[in-house]
């Protein structure tokens, strides 16, 4: 193989450029980088074919074995030894029960929840700490709600660097923090919210030389391109009508508008499917800009049950109406109520996801109720992290008792005889 050409990294405010090897991750400006590569030398179907090979591959390379690096052209062409667990090769899954909540006769639901630590932030993450180990970083951090920082916790375990993470005290699930932990990260627990956190952590990245992984890192949009790249593969390269995600720091929602364009450019698709970004009602700084034609940045205290988008202020706000702009997408917010009830949903079918997730689930539902996705069209559905993730949650939703929710389960005690069995189980009282 040829050595591949470089990639650059481009203010999205300036437009000043920057080298693929240098450690910033914002302009001098303070606005977002994003990463530009060299135009790949095959497009359209040759590519699509040499994407395929290695997926069918039996080697135990990371650039034929992993969903990212499979598509390392698209990703850093120029990487060498990948940190790689490996991640992605997510399924795309069907279920009767959660299509007929929703309203529509095809949903697909691509479950992120089954990457090695339970959510999507892997597939962004081997990028982020593959360029750590090329830049030679003493140490990486990130602030995070919770499953950004299990992933990183893993992935510099993997690469044999120190880890740094910062949470927001009371707000984090317990499957989360545990992961963090016995991944061995440095683990504090700051007194402020997330965005007290990311300002920490920037602070330390150029005071204390730490490389920070946060989704302002634009080498982790790269990885999260892929999401939509395999779904796309998955699909036979027949993009659908709608894609429908959770949205809270918007690093995935900037993820998905980058890659639908350049796969249209690279002739991998031929048509944009319209992105649908769903926040939870308590945290909708971009569903209510998105009402006002963008105009305005939104802030707000935010205050949800789903913590994985408990966001007030956005990191990657700008990047993410473009991505809403380029693909004709829309904005919209879903109350906890039905984001927890479509939680019950998507876990009774068997298959499962943690809170945040369920806002795709939720959000497709409100937009057929809408009139905007029809019966007749095509929906992926995007699920985030894997149910065990926020046990907590889970518990709470099906608690037996007064104001328990409208799909609970909540466990029965009974004596150990038949009779109380069958009369509990088989009663149709
Ligand atoms: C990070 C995360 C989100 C939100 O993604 P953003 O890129 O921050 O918008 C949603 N769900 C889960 C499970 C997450 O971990
Ligand atoms: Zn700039």
């Given at each position: 193989?040829?050595?591949?050409?470089?990639?650059?990294?481009?203010?999205?405010?300036?437009?000043?450029?920057?080298?693929?090897?240098?450690?910033?991750?914002?302009?001098?400006?303070?606005?977002?980088?994003?990463?530009?590569?060299?135009?790949?030398?095959?497009?359209?179907?040759?590519?699509?074919?040499?994407?395929?090979?290695?997926?069918?591959?039996?080697?135990?390379?990371?650039?034929?074995?992993?969903?990212?690096?499979?598509?390392?052209?698209?990703?850093?062409?120029?990487?060498?030894?990948?940190?790689?667990?490996?991640?992605?090769?997510?399924?795309?899954?069907?279920?009767?029960?959660?299509?007929?909540?929703?309203?529509?006769?095809?949903?697909?639901?691509?479950?992120?929840?089954?990457?090695?630590?339970?959510?999507?932030?892997?597939?962004?993450?081997?990028?982020?700490?593959?360029?750590?180990?090329?830049?030679?970083?003493?140490?990486?951090?990130?602030?995070?709600?919770?499953?950004?920082?299990?992933?990183?916790?893993?992935?510099?375990?993997?690469?044999?660097?120190?880890?740094?993470?910062?949470?927001?005290?009371?707000?984090?699930?317990?499957?989360?923090?545990?992961?963090?932990?016995?991944?061995?990260?440095?683990t504090l627990v700051v007194r402020g919210d997330f965005d007290a956190c990311l300002r920490l952590m920037r602070e330390a990245q150029s005071a204390l030389g730490v490389y920070l992984v946060n989704s302002l890192n634009p080498w982790r949009i790269e990885g999260q391109k892929t999401i939509v790249t395999e779904l796309c593969e998955q699909l036979g390269w027949d993009a659908p009508d709608w894609i429908v995600l959770p949205a809270g720091n918007l690093g995935n929602t900037a993820a998905f508008g980058k890659a639908l364009v350049e796969m249209r450019d690279l002739q991998l698709i031929d048509r944009l499917p319209r992105l649908a970004a769903v926040q939870a009602e308590g945290a909708a700084p971009f569903a209510a800009s998105f009402a006002h034609g963008f105009v305005q940045r939104q802030r707000v205290e935010p205050n949800t049950v789903a913590s994985a988008i408990r966001i007030g202020d956005p990191a990657s706000f700008d990047r993410a109406v473009g991505a809403i702009r380029n693909t004709d997408g829309v904005v919209i917010a879903v109350p906890d109520e039905e984001l927890l009830d479509a939680k019950a949903i998507v876990d009774a079918s068997g298959i499962g996801c943690e809170p945040a997730s369920a806002a795709s689930v939720a959000g497709a539902r409100q937009l057929v109720r809408q009139g905007l996705v029809r019966p007749e069209h095509r929906v992926v559905a995007i699920l985030t992290g894997h149910l065990l993730k926020d046990p907590e949650v889970v518990l709470g939703y099906h608690r037996a008792g007064e104001g328990a929710a409208k799909l609970a389960n909540p466990p029965v005690t009974i004596d150990a005889t038949l009779r109380a069995l069958e009369h509990v189980v088989f009663s149709h009282s």
């Open positions: 193989m040829n050595k591949p050409a470089a990639s650059v990294l481009r203010c999205e405010i300036c437009g000043a450029q920057y080298g693929e090897m240098d450690a910033r991750t914002a302009c001098e400006c303070d606005g977002l980088l994003s990463v530009l590569h060299a135009a790949p030398s095959e497009n359209g179907s040759a590519l699509r074919a040499r994407f395929a090979l290695r997926r069918g591959s039996v080697s135990p390379r990371a650039s034929d074995t992993s969903g990212v690096w499979r598509y390392q052209e698209l990703v850093m062409p120029s990487a060498q030894q990948m940190v790689s667990h490996p991640e992605g090769n997510t399924p795309l899954l069907t279920s009767a029960p959660v299509a007929s909540y929703v309203g529509v006769r095809q949903l697909s639901l691509k479950h992120e929840g089954h990457n090695p630590t339970g959510s999507f932030k892997d597939r962004g993450m081997t990028v982020a700490i593959t360029q750590a180990v090329r830049l030679g970083a003493r140490a990486v951090g990130c602030a995070s709600t919770g499953n950004t920082s299990a992933s990183l916790a893993a992935y510099a375990a993997l690469g044999g660097l120190k880890a740094i993470v910062l949470v927001p005290e009371g707000h984090v699930a317990l499957g989360k923090l545990a992961q963090t932990i016995a991944h061995a990260a440095r």
